[in-house]
């Protein structure tokens, strides 16, 4: 049941709106200023607010600003309710980021449409923003099953691709994009000292190389198997067609590069700013991630120190340096190129 | 022409705004509840609307008188009336807008009998007094203290209020002036106005003492 607090100095208009708003099954906390509503929003965080503006104490603006300066509070959905009809007092409302402004008097399906776009709005916000790799994960597997983007590998030939096989190459032009059946891919850029960035690790389900075809440039990375794999090619042509003619599928698509694009934020934020210790630890979990295998109790990986370098964005030498820390505090075992995640809990820790 | 406007305005605006809110859910809640059982609740939301209601008609009272009193249609009628009664009705009417655990402490000095209006003597009371309680917090007392004497009569009404400004001060008695501070409070700012106008056709005069959130006293002086 969502939890909406209402918060207006009129008793009479306070215990109506309530006695409306709960048969609609929301659970309503009221308060009678504003210095009061802002106390219960942190001790009870609330869905929803509906919040008049003249009030003694603190008034609605000035609720709504202590919501937008505290980072729990921000993102609550805010409706004014307010007898101020002047149009400069709903642009002040909207402009400080409400997200509704009703004036009063108002019927009572006016009141319950704004609250249940307002939370819907902000559902749909949290699904496509969902930064986790967990959630980027689900959304590859949704991607797949659905039918007309699986039908795309449907019936195509199977590739079989050596480890340390070249796939493409940065330059080259994208006449197929890919769907990764089995195995392990990367994709990096090099710089030209010829330092190699990881730019993303696919694993079996995954499409990669959509990203030039989108765009329509050459590859800006090339993208090698890890391992031996199985691969799908999709021609461009049945990509493009299928992405113009369906919307959904286009959404999908637009979503999974919203996702590649906040995930690439966050991993260029960490090596602008993290310790390394902290980015191998985030690399292995990552990793793990990813490439986990269903009832595995340890994860283990095998993956060369320079790759496993330009994951995490630093020098071969320094990377041995860290994974022998690693090691000594008990937190991986190292056997050759396999990498054996003793203490996952101690590494999410430690990535902070 | 520029006060008619302000006048519609201010119609349109938040004092009427605010009680129609509260008529229409309160109608609204009446429809849903169908079953016999439910009568209590019914009669709840009649009050509810019985008692906006009552608050709209003051609104508009004070609308008319204004109106009356720019055409010069209000005139002193003047007889002979008990001031402790007149001071006890008062009271009663003022019950309901009393917030929780405030008191009105009075007092009378001199004779109890008065040659005056007493209805504008009624309504200046009124006016006063459910100001001293709407601009004061709970549990607070309001002063009410009325002094007869052979040629003048003294009525003073103060509270520990959120004050008035000295700025403020300068405008009190303008017709839709509202304090600076005063502007998340209801009211249309026409009140005191009143006031000061009922205490001109009375022959006396209105003063004001008031410190910020410490209190205000108002004082009229009426030389009979």
């Known amino acids: ?17 309530a006695e409306i708003l709960e048969p609609a099954n929301y659970k309503v906390m009221s308060a009678e200023n504003g210095k009061i509503g802002v106390e219960i929003a942190n001790q009870d965080k609330p869905d929803l607010v509906v919040c008049d503006i003249m009030m003694p104490v603190l008034d609605g603006y000035g609720v709504l600003y202590i919501f937008s300066q505290n980072p729990d509070l921000q993102n609550i959905p805010f409706i004014f309710l307010t007898a101020k009809t002047d149009r400069s007092d709903l642009r002040k409302g909207m402009d400080m980021g409400a997200d509704d402004y009703l004036t009063k008097p108002l019927q009572e399906i006016e009141l319950l449409n704004a609250i249940e776009s307002c939370l819907k709005k902000l559902e749909n916000m949290s699904n496509s ?77 995954d499409f990669f190389g959509h990203i030039a075809i989108i765009e329509n440039t050459e590859y800006q990375e090339s993208s090698e198997a890890l391992e031996d794999c199985e691969i799908i090619g999709i021609p461009k042509h049945d990509f493009l067609e299928l992405i113009t003619r369906n919307q959904s599928v286009a959404n999908q698509f637009i979503k999974m590069l919203a996702n590649d694009i906040q995930e690439k934020e ?78 996952e809990r101690k590494l999410v820790n430690l990535r902070g | 022409m520029d006060d008619i406007i302000k006048l519609k305005l201010l119609m349109a605006s938040h004092e009427f705004r605010t009680p129609l809110t509260t008529i229409q859910s309160a109608a609204c809640l009446i429809e849903k509840y169908q079953k016999t059982e439910e009568q209590e609740k019914r009669e709840r939301h009649t009050q509810r609307i019985k008692a906006v209601v009552g608050n709209l008609t003051n609104i508009l009272e004070e609308f008319l008188s204004v109106g009356k009193l720019e055409e010069g249609r209000v005139e002193a009628k003047i007889s002979i009336f008990n001031t402790q009664e007149l001071i006890e009705k008062c009271m009663l009417d003022l019950k309901s807008i009393t917030k929780k655990g405030q008191k009105f402490d009075f007092q009378i000095t001199g004779n109890n009998e008065v040659f005056l209006d007493k209805s504008l003597l009624r309504k200046i009371i009124i006016n006063l007094c459910s100001n001293a309680l709407k601009f004061s917090p709970v549990n607070s007392t309001v002063n009410l203290v009325v002094d007869n004497q052979e040629d003048t009569v003294i009525l003073k009404v103060s509270d520990n209020g959120i004050g008035i400004s000295k700025e403020d001060q300068k405008h009190l008695f303008d017709r839709f002036f509202r304090g600076t501070n005063a502007t998340n409070i209801q009211g249309t700012g026409l009140g005191l106005h009143i006031v000061a106008r009922y205490a001109e056709l009375l022959k006396g005069q209105v003063s004001v003492e008031s410190e910020l959130n410490v209190g205000t006293t108002f004082t009229i002086i009426i030389n009979l």
Request: charged share 30%; aromatic share 8%.
């Open chain 1, 1 to 17: 049941m969502k939890t909406i607090l209402l918060i207006e100095d009129s008793d009479d208009i306070r215990e109506t709106t």
């Open chain 1, 266 to 343: 966050k991993q260029l934020t960490q090596i602008a700013y993290n310790s390394i210790r902290k980015r191998m630890a985030d690399a292995l979990v990552m990793l793990s991630k990813k490439y986990k295998i269903a009832n595995q109790e340890k994860f283990v990986i095998k993956i060369s120190r320079d790759d496993l370098a330009s994951v995490v964005g630093t020098a071969t030498e320094s990377l041995i340096r860290t994974l022998s820390d690693f090691k000594a505090d008990n937190m991986i075992e190292i056997n050759g190129s396999e990498i054996k995640i003793l203490d």
């Open chain 1, 129 to 205: 923003f969902k930064n986790t790799h967990e959630s980027i994960e689900e959304f590859y597997q949704k991607a797949n099953k659905h039918s007309d983007l699986s039908s795309l590998s449907d019936h195509r030939k199977i590739n079989n691709i050596k480890k340390k096989h070249i796939i493409y190459s940065a330059g080259d032009e994208p006449i197929r994009f890919f769907f990764l059946k089995s195995g392990k891919v990367k994709t990096y850029q090099t710089n030209r000292d010829g330092k190699e960035f990881i730019t993303g690790l696919f694993n079996s389900g």
